[in-house]
């Protein structure tokens, strides 16, 4: 009996955050409702010793606070049913004001800014207590991840290169219609670094065009393979439409995590690497790797938010 009391209080803490959300989502509607409702006057019949309600202001109110506490029921049984820890916080909105983002020191090319090339950068400068996941190459096509994915509504965003992605498009597809963008990560997943411009463009603006085809739309995200570029690479992704090249601050595995600066703890806006694999390549499946991040990120005060929203 004590570890099931135990157990509930740290489901209810993993709550908290999400129901204060909830709770203001709630006043602010509510403070809309009772300024409609002064110019209206209809009523809707209470209940039996109800209090009436304004109509129908506080009607879609009423509505509104329904869905907002069945969707969180949702989460909080999603987690319970993929074995997390904690459930999930919910992401910010996206911010107003889109942050200025700028080439990370150290990661520049020459003529960087004279020749306006795509920015580099492994964070996203904001406050906010968020961290983006990106998920590389596409090699695994597990179903049990998108279901994963879509039931704890996790945003990512998908690097996709064109090899692994064409004996299953389908599978992107339904991806990409649960509301996740999916990038350029070339052709043929080589090492840009040393190739020549020519042969550089043809990976990414061929990419471009394929994920045109199969998906409607030309990505302007660019992640070069390995992390590998040089000025030829910034200059073929500008070229072939690509506003952004972003890399990565930590990597996730099925079993274990890796740091670019060391230490280990996440930092706000920090951008998370990990792939489409599977139990032939790692420890574990991709929903061992999804746990072990959530139950990370969760613990350490964090929310994933959607990488697009802040750029």
Request: proline share 6%; aromatic share 10%; charged share 25%.
């Amino acid at each position: 009996m004590r570890a099931v009391v135990q157990n509930d209080k740290r489901w209810a803490t993993g709550r908290a955050s999400a129901g204060v959300r909830i709770v203001v989502a709630v006043l602010v509607l509510a403070a809309i409702a009772s300024g409609c409702a002064q110019d209206g006057g209809d009523q809707v019949t209470p209940a039996g010793g109800q209090q009436p309600l304004d109509a129908p202001p506080a009607r879609a109110l009423d509505s509104y606070a329904t869905k907002l506490r069945a969707a969180q029921a949702a989460r909080v049984a999603a987690a319970h049913r993929w074995g997390l820890r904690k459930v999930p916080s919910a992401a910010p909105p996206a911010p107003a004001k889109k942050p200025r983002v700028r080439t990370r020191k150290g990661f520049e090319v020459d003529g960087h800014r004279k020749l306006d090339l795509p920015p580099v950068f492994t964070r996203i400068p904001t406050r906010d207590k968020v961290v983006f996941l990106t998920i590389d190459d596409g090699a695994e096509k597990d179903p049990a991840f998108l279901r994963m994915m879509s039931e704890l509504d996790v945003p990512y965003s998908a690097f996709l290169s064109g090899y692994l992605v064409r004996n299953d498009t389908r599978y992107f597809r339904k991806m990409q219609s649960r509301g996740v963008v999916l990038h350029n990560h070339t052709l043929n997943h080589p090492n840009l670094r040393g190739m020549s411009y020519r042969k550089q463009k043809r990976e990414i603006c061929g990419m471009q065009r394929y994920m045109e085809r199969r998906f409607g739309t030309r990505p302007t995200l660019f992640r070069p393979p390995y992390g590998s570029y040089d000025r030829a690479t910034l200059r073929a992704a500008r070229t072939c439409g690509i506003t952004y090249v972003p890399l990565w601050n930590e990597e996730v595995f099925a079993d274990h995590w890796e740091y670019r600066d060391g230490g280990r703890k996440l930092h706000p806006g920090d951008i998370v690497l990990t792939h489409f694999r599977g139990r032939d390549q790692w420890k574990g499946t991709m929903a061992d790797m999804i746990r072990r991040f959530l139950n990370k990120v969760t613990a350490q005060g964090y929310a994933v938010g959607r990488l697009e929203d802040y750029l």
